[in-house]
Every structure is written in C-alpha cells, then in structure tokens.
T-cell receptor, first 113, second 108 residues
C-alpha cells in the first residue's frame, strides 16, 4: 500500500524564481492538501484539492497556486520566490474532503537564497 | 491571540515518568481535535484523534475540555522513543489549524 510520496525531497532556489512541487496521494485517496511548515512552527494550511479543483484555501498570496490531475496527484507552484518561502512543504491526503485522518508525505525542503 | 496555542517546551522528562501537555484553541465552533507526533526533519504522523469522552491508546490518553477550550495529552511510563515534537490540530470546519508543537525530550 503506497503512502503519500513527494518530490523532490530538497530544492534550492534563488529569490524571484519559480518552483513546482509534486505529490502523489496514498492509494485510494482522492483529496490532497498542502501545508507550509517553517522552522519551529506548525504546518500552515495552503489549500486543498478535490476533483481537480481548489476546494479550500488558507491565508497565502496568489503566488501560491496548485493543480490536481485526473489521477489525483497534485502540484504546488510558487512564483516570485521570497526568502520567507523557505520551509518544509508537506502534502497530506485523505479518502474524501471530509475525512479528517490525514496522511502526510515526507515533505519537500525548499531553501530560497 | 493565536487560534491554537501550545507551550513550545522543551519538556525534559526522565524515562518512566508521566508527562502531560495542553493545547488551547480559540474558536468555539471547532469540531474535532487531533494530536500528531513529529520527529526531527520528518513529517507529522497522527497519534490520536480526541473525542469528547476522552480516549486512551496504550500509554497515551487524550482528553477534550470544550468548556475551557483545551485538549490534553498524557503520556505514562515515558520511553526514550517518545522524544519528539507533539502537534495539536483543530478542525474548525473550513480547515485544520495546527499549533506550533511542544518539544519533548525523554532523558535516560
């Protein structure tokens, strides 16, 4: 039973660049949520995707966008990177949008220089 | 006031001791509550969901106090392997809000 997978595991970018992070949900799950976790902080909700649409969104600027594909995998895109975007980006999947038991992937560690 | 607050610790506790932490939340409409464990540089993993009646899983007990708007986690007979950061999470309906976490160090 494949768990949540994310790629890449680590990434280094410079200010102003754009980045795309990828997530494949746990087998049988159709809902993907993205979180940003800065050092010493808890995960902060970015948005949730279900049926290829953004269903809910947290307090993140439009520079953060996403996409969900027919196979339920998802991408997180961040444009015009800022130093403050350096964080661990976590993807979590659930079996429905209303299922609260989230399974997290290992995360992508992004460093913006 | 932050929506979900936790004492960041660290809590330094000798092996075998009992330790408890609380997590307070501000939104009285919050619907469900969780404790996650996060090891250093790893992803959070669900430890327990927290029910109104309280629930227990082995050495771990979680309780909810809706009147005072807090949840608690009690760890009995602590093990070295319990060393981690414990995150509480609150589902307020439109999204799940995490606290910053409480760091626990179990000392040999």
């Amino acid at each position: 039973d494949a768990g949540v997978t994310q790629s890449p595991t680590h990434l280094i970018k410079t200010r102003g660049q754009q980045v795309t992070l990828r997530c494949s949900p746990k087998s049988g799950h159709d809902t993907v949520s993205w979180y940003q976790q800065a050092l010493g902080q808890g995960p902060q909700f970015i948005f949730q995707y279900y049926e290829e649409e953004e269903r809910q969104r947290g307090n993140f600027p439009d520079r953060f966008s996403g996409h969900q594909f027919p196979n339920y995998s998802s991408e997180l895109n961040v444009n015009a990177l800022l130093l403050g975007d350096s964080a661990l980006y976590l993807c979590a999947s659930t079996s429905t949008p209303y299922q609260e038991t989230q399974y997290f992937g290992p995360g992508t560690r992004l460093l913006v220089l | 006031r932050k929506e979900v607050e936790q004492d960041p610790g660290p809590f330094n506790v000798p092996e075998g001791a009992t330790v408890a932490f609380n997590c307070t939340y501000s939104n009285s409409a919050s619907q469900s509550f969780f404790w996650y464990r996060q090891d250093c540089r790893k992803e959070p993993k669900l430890l327990m969901s927290v029910y109104s009646s309280g629930n227990e899983d082995g050495r771990f007990t979680a309780q909810l106090n809706r009147a005072s708007q807090y949840i608690s986690l009690l760890i009995r007979d602590s093990k070295l392997s319990d060393s981690a950061t414990y995150l509480c999470a609150v589902n307020r309906g439109d999204k799940i809000i995490f606290g910053k976490g409480t760091r626990l160090h179990i000392l040999p």
